[in-house]
DNA sequence: CGTTACTGTGTATCGCATACGCGGTACTGC
DNA sequence: GCAGTACCGCGTATGCGATACACAGTAACG
């Protein structure tokens, strides 16, 4: 018989615990001055601000105004409140698509709200993701996700599988877009000028290089130099719903 | 006209040209002691044995012989070196498969090959990518990729963004994997205790809650707590294949 | 043989995460 | 009321990280 109280299930990890809102303060000590939500809010404000490079435990504090001793009051290391900096970025899932909306279009709204998610802030995309989701936000999307596969008819693993598939490729891409970008602020030049820079160098590099004819013959249609209208977001959109042909053939397949 | 040598082609990155062999030593000062790929040899030597966290310049000098500033002298930066590493890492492309072999087999040979190496080295998946392929294993990486492509009929663009999508999943799919793994070393247990004290720990925050009847769901089919005969290496063909499919799919539709 | 460019290295700076201990504070049980 | 106690915010200290810089030695060049 435990005499804790139910929030005090055995050792789930502080953080955790923190970010669901369970474990409450025994109002012993003096009245606390910040907040958990306040301090990720500075630490969302220093990283959307200067970058995750800046994103120091005294800039935090500085942010909050408090000293950097202060936080460690709240988050158990630097490590958790950059979990919990996700956990905020991330935010609600979007609410259920219109009932009678296919499975594939759901799906595919779902990712396009997550890339929204990362287009607003792409300097969290450095942040090192851990272990498996388990902050509130994060399983809620992750809820919102496995709702909009109901469809489907895959069975438990599967859905897991496919659900990661498409979180892996919002990911992945939203960094390669926001790579893109970030070149092309530093350099000061437009985006077409880092794609003609990267032509140049690939030319540059493999010229007169019989090891390379495939990538010679991609530099010559010109893709670098003359860049069609495609945006970022149409080449994301495009391998979306590659991939959504792909779940099509599985679900085809009954699973 | 230009007095330099060839090799000195207007501006390339420091670091791309020594990758590639350029830039060739004034024969000046004294004679060098160490070599780039001593160093970067030396980089993967303390990566592989204690990780990225542990692969700090000091360290690496150490492992070679020198003092920290020495390595200076050979990579600008510890960007630049890991950089470098990356590259030592991914080695030499696959060979061109057996003639006569399907584009669809091509490719998720090819895939396999990423994942092995990733496989090898899970710690390197920690090291931020920066810019797009530009070293010579990647770049002859990327062009075996498109040269098993050859048979799909796609144009230019839409071949670089296909293979985009496989290497991302190869990618993706490695890092979960390669957390999971490093999750049940640190934990000292099995893998399967991994999953099952997942399990417990989602039952635990969405106990009683309505908010998250999917999950509860995902949790009474008990694939935390039995998982199946699948390994993640299945997993990981499962999501080839699918994305595989979707490639197909693109192909019939021509292009 | 001086000049010069390059070598490896020691020292120094600065920023970082974080352990530790202090003086103060507000609730607890009496 | 009042002592005890657990917690607050903070200053200080430690140790490690990347890297700027200056130095003394060395080898090719003129």
Chains 1, 2 share one sequence.
Request: glycine letters at 10%.
């Amino acid at each position: 018989m435990r005499e804790r109280n139910e929030s005090d299930e055995g050792g789930l990890p502080e953080t955790v615990e923190l970010a669901w809102g369970l474990r409450e303060r025994p109002g012993k000590g003096p009245r606390r001055t910040l907040s958990l939500k306040g301090i990720v809010e500075a630490a969302v404000a220093v990283g959307a601000a200067e970058g995750l490079d800046a994103l120091s435990m005294s800039r935090v504090a500085r942010e909050a105004g408090a000293s950097t001793m202060a936080l460690y009051r709240y988050v158990a290391s630097k490590n958790d409140l950059l979990a919990l900096v996700l956990d905020e970025l991330l935010g609600e899932p979007p609410g259920p698509p219109d009932p009678g909306t296919g499975w594939r279009e759901a799906l595919r709204d779902y990712a396009m709200a997550l890339r929204e998610v990362t287009r607003r802030h792409p300097w969290a995309l450095r942040i090192p993701v851990t272990g498996p989701p388990a902050m509130p936000n994060n399983v809620a999307w992750m809820e919102a996700g496995l709702r909009r596969m109901r469809g489907m008819g895959l069975d438990a693993g599967t859905r897991l599988s496919v659900l990661m598939q498409v979180t892996g490729y919002v990911r992945y891409q939203s960094t390669l877009i926001a790579d893109l970008e970030s070149a092309y602020r530093a350099a000061g030049t437009s985006d077409r000028q880092v794609a003609i820079d990267y032509g140049n160098l690939l030319a540059a590099l493999t010229a007169d290089d019989r090891r390379f004819p495939e990538i010679r013959a991609l530099l010559e249609s010109k893709i670098f130099a003359e860049p069609g209208d495609d945006t970022p977001e149409d080449d994301f959109a495009f391998g979306l719903d590659c991939l959504l042909d792909g779940l099509e053939a599985l679900v085809r397949r009954g699973g």
